[in-house]
C-alpha cells in the first residue's frame, strides 16, 4: 500500500509544480516578476524535458521534435510531457517487483513448463467466443478479465450477463478496462455486474490527480484466467469486431490463445498487478492466489512476457531484438501497424539483406490511417532490402504474431510499434512447441493466399505533396501513435 500512497504523492506534487510553471508564465505575459526568476522557470522545464528524453528510446526524427519545443515553448512542452511524455514510472515498478517477490516467497516462482497451448483463430472470432463462454460458466472460485476495449453491443453485453450471472452464484469476478479504450463504458453497461457483486475496476484515468502516471501509458492487455489454472490472451478485445456468432463483413481478422497449466497462474499474476495498481488494494490481499501452483496440463513451455512502464527493462523489446539477432533462417511478422523502433528496423533490414527470408504482412489499409502513412518507408526500405512484404486484402488484420526460424513463436496483445514496445501494458508468451508453431503458421499460411504484394506503400516514385507531408510528419509523431 506504502508503493501506491507514494505514487499518489508524487503525482500530487508533479501536478503542482507543472501547475506553478504554468502561473509563472501567464505572471510573466502579465509584468509580474523579474526577468531572472522566468529564467530559472524555462530552465528547470527544459531540464525536466531533457531528463525525460534522457530516459526514453529516442530516434533523431524524436528529438527534432521536442528539442525545439522545449527550447522555445519550455513550460507548454513540460506541461505536454508530464501527460504525454515518459516511459516508466518508478513506484509502479516497486509494486510489480513487490508482487514478484511475494510470488517466490510462496512459493518456486512462476513456472512456464507443462501447458497445454491451443489456437484460437477462426475467421470471425467464433471459437474464442465459444471458449469465454465454456470457461465462463464453468469457473468453480473466480475469474479474472482484463481488456483494453469492452463494447456496448451484443457481444459486450452477453460477456456481462454471463459474469453476473456467476457473480450472484458466489464466484469472485473481477473485470479491468482500460479508462480510454472504454471510454464511458462501464458506467453503462457494468451496473449489472457490480449489482451482482462482481468487481469492475478503470485501468489509469486520464486526469493526473486520478490515474498513476502518464496518461499516455494504456493497459492493451487482453486477459482472462479462470480459476489461476486456464487463460486467454491474444488481440482480440470484447466486441463484435473481434467476435460473433455470425459472419459480418467489418469484424477484424484476429486470433487468441489458450493456454492450460502453470503459465496461466503467471498471467494471472501480471492481471493482479494490475487491479492493485487499478484500485489501490494490496497485494499482500492476494496471498491465496499467488500461492497457488496449477498441475501441469500439458507439454508445452508458454514463457510469458509482461512489458509495460511498471516493468524495468523493456521484455517485449528485449525478447524481439534477442531473437531478431540471433535469427539464421526466417522472420515472419503480423501485425496490423508495423512502426519498430530504429534498432528492431535495422535488425530486420541486415537480415533480409543478408538473405534470410523476411516477411511482413499487414493489412492492406488499418484502422489509424497515420499508422499506415508512418509504416511507408519502413515497408519500401525493407522490399528493396529483400523483404517479402505482404498486404491484406479483405479485412482489417488485427492479428500479432511472430516467427523466427519457425522454432520461436511470439503471441500476444502488443503490435510491432512504438506503442506496444516502450508505452503500453502489454501481455505476450513465447513459444518454442512444434504443434503450437505448425498450427500458427498453417493459419497465415491461409492469410497469405488472401494477400496482394504491391500497394501505394512500396511506391517511390513522385507522389502527392499532401502524401509526403502526411508521411514525414507519421515519422516524427511515430513514438506516440
Keep these: 500500500m506504502a508503493v501506491f500512497l507514494e505514487s499518489g504523492r508524487f503525482v500530487r506534487s508533479a501536478t503542482l509544480a507543472l501547475l506553478t510553471a504554468a502561473a509563472a508564465l501567464a505572471a510573466e505575459q502579465a509584468g509580474l516578476l523579474r526577468d531572472d526568476v522566468m529564467l530559472a522557470v524555462r530552465i528547470g522545464c527544459q531540464a525536466y524535458v531533457a531528463l525525460r528524453l534522457a530516459r526514453a528510446r529516442t530516434s533523431p526524427a524524436y528529438l527534432l521534435l521536442w528539442g525545439p519545443l522545449a527550447w522555445y515553448l519550455p513550460v507548454g512542452t513540460a506541461l505536454a510531457f508530464f501527460l504525454l511524455g515518459g516511459r516508466k514510472h518508478t513506484a509502479l515498478a516497486e509494486s510489480k517487483k513487490e508482487i514478484n517477490r511475494m510470488a517466490r516467497g510462496l512459493g ?15 475467421q470471425h472470432g467464433l471459437d474464442t467466443l465459444r471458449e469465454l463462454r465454456r470457461l465462463i460458466k464453468g469457473a468453480a472460485r473466480r475469474i479474472s478479465v482484463s481488456t483494453y476495449i469492452l463494447a456496448d453491443d ?54 493526473p490527480t486520478r490515474g498513476k502516471g502518464s496518461a499516455n501509458w ?32 467489418r469484424r477484424y481478422r484476429d486470433c487468441s490463445f489458450l493456454i492450460e497449466g502453470p503459465s496461466a497462474a503467471a498471467i494471472e499474476h501480471v492481471f493482479l498487478a494490475d487491479w492493485c495498481q487499478a484500485t489501490d488494494e494490496s497485494p499482500s490481499d492476494f496471498r491465496a492466489q499467488l500461492d497457488e501452483r496449477p498441475d501441469a496440463a500439458g507439454r508445452t513451455r508458454v514463457e510469458v512476457i509482461a512489458s509495460g512502464p511498471d516493468c524495468e ?57 497515420l499508422l499506415d502513412f508512418a509504416r511507408r518507408w519502413r515497408l519500401r526500405t525493407l522490399s528493396e532490402a529483400g523483404a517479402e512484404i505482404l498486404f491484406f486484402k479483405p479485412d482489417m488484420l488485427h ?18 510499434d512504438m506503442r506496444s514496445l516502450f508505452l503500453n501494458y502489454e501481455i505476450g508468451a513465447l513459444i518454442r512447441d512444434p504443434q503450437a508453431l505448425a498450427e500458427t503458421l498453417s493459419l497465415v499460411s491461409a492469410w497469405e493466399a488472401e494477400c496482394g504484394r504491391v500497394t501505394d506503400d512500396l511506391r517511390r516514385g513522385v507522389r502527392p505533396l499532401a502524401e509526403r507531408l502526411l508521411e514525414a510528419a507519421s515519422k516524427v509523431a511515430s513514438p506516440f501513435l
Design 108 to 122: 518456486d516462482g512462476p513456472r512456464f513448463d507443462g501447458n497445454r497451448f491451443m489456437l484460437l483463430g477462426d
Design 154 to 207: 451484443a457481444v459486450g453485453r452477453e460477456l456481462i450477463r454471463l459474469l453476473a450471472a456467476r457473480a450472484k452464484e458466489g464466484v469472485e469476478v473481477r473485470l479491468l478496462v482500460d479508462a480510454v479504450g472504454s471510454f464511458g463504458i462501464p458506467l453503462r453497461l457494468c451496473g449489472q455486474l457490480r449489482r451482482a457483486g462482481g468487481r469492475v475496476a478503470r485501468f489509469n484515468p486520464v486526469l
Design 218 to 249: 494504456r493497459n492493451h492487455r487482453k486477459i482472462a484466467v479462470f480459476d489461476g489454472t486456464t487463460a486467454i490472451i491474444g488481440g482480440q478485445n470484447l466486441g463484435l469486431r473481434y467476435m460473433g456468432d455470425r459472419p459480418w463483413s
Design 313 to 369: 527493462g523493456d521484455p517485449l523489446w528485449e525478447t524481439y531484438e534477442r531473437l531478431f539477432s540471433n535469427c539464421r533462417r526466417s522472420i515472419t511478422v503480423v501485425t496490423p501497424y508495423f512502426v519498430p523502433d530504429r534498432t528492431l528496423f535495422t535488425l530486420l533490414v541486415s537480415a533480409a539483406r543478408a538473405g534470410r527470408h523476411v516477411k511482413v504482412m499487414v493489412p492492406r489499409r488499418s484502422d489509424h490511417r
Design 399 to 416: 492479428a500479432k504474431i511472430t516467427v523466427v526460424d519457425d522454432e520461436h513463436l511470439i503471441v500476444g496483445s502488443g503490435n510491432l
